[in-house]
């Protein structure tokens, strides 16, 4: 949510409402119903687009690619993560990760802002622990 360009659309809603209700004060003296709704109910609804309409692209996106839906193996040591599956192999080293941040079932490994490598920490099972401390001795931040 705080990431660029969200955090830039989300200060100008928050100046944009600013200016709706200075406007309604200016020309009513008082606050029309819709702008106080607007206030109250939209501005919040903002904090929530990364949990209700992130999950309904990701599924979209799933049904749509045949690649996406492919079985991959992971492998990692102490300088790359290791991705297989049948259309190919990619190695990729610790430090070209721009960061990596983490969810209660997920490692993301984040090569730009915007494109990660989602890994399900089940897959991994107790070796999560071990994938996060290479991220970690490897000095690549967290998100």
Known sequence: MFQKPMRYLFIAVILLAAVLVVLDLY???????????L??????????IPYLIAPIIMRRQYRQSAAL????????????????NPRG????????????????????????????????KDALGEDHRLLIAALEAAGIRRF
Not at 29 to 36: D, E, K, N, P, S
Not at 70 to 76: C, T
């Open 69 to 84: 839906r492919d079985e991959n193996q992971i492998e990692f040591d102490n300088e790359a993560v290791h991705f297989s």
């Open 39 to 48: 206030v109250v109910l939209g501005i919040p609804l903002i904090w929530l």
């Open 89 to 120: 192999h990619a190695r990729i080293p610790f430090e070209e990760f721009y960061a990596w941040s983490e969810t209660r079932t997920m490692i993301l490994l984040h090569q730009t802002e915007a494109f990660f490598n989602p890994v399900p």
């Open 27 to 37: 020309e009513d003296g008082a606050l029309r119903l819709t702008t106080v709704l």
